[in-house]
């Protein structure tokens, strides 16, 4: 059962790496459009009124979808987490009645071993 839990914990691990990389794309992504609008002020092919604009709009939409991003992250682990929950319970059952019907099948033996016993005598 430790095994289960280790698998699970590595997948859960696994989407923490994929949030964090979509983290690191969105602030590189940020990070390069304000290069560009710094890059179109110094052209002149922007004022630099549009350019504070532009930079605070793009700040804005990677805030807003960092946030997003963290709320799909948060939503699917809970769904990981539960799925988990219910797979373990899942195998706690099927152990349980793995055990329940070993033990009717050595009643079972034990019986009939009995009864072999006595009809030899």
């Known amino acids: 059962m430790a095994d289960n839990n280790n698998i699970l914990d590595g997948f859960g691990e696994g989407l923490h790496k994929v949030f964090l990389a979509g983290v690191g794309a969105l ?9 560009l ?9 922007l004022t630099v009124e549009q350019g504070k604009q532009l930079n ?11 946030e997003e991003a963290k709320k799909n992250a948060s939503a699917m682990m809970s769904n990981v987490a539960d799925a988990a929950e219910g797979l373990k319970e899942t195998a706690k059952g099927a152990v349980n009645e793995a055990k ?16 072999a016993a006595d009809a030899e005598k």
């Open 27 to 35: 602030a590189t992504t940020s990070e390069k459009g304000k290069a």
């Open 56 to 66: 605070a709009e793009l700040s804005r939409k990677a805030a807003a979808a960092k």
């Open 100 to 115: 329940s019907r070993a033990a009717d099948a050595k009643d079972a033996k034990e019986a009939n071993e009995t009864k």
């Open 37 to 45: 609008v710094n890059e179109l002020v110094q052209k002149g092919e």
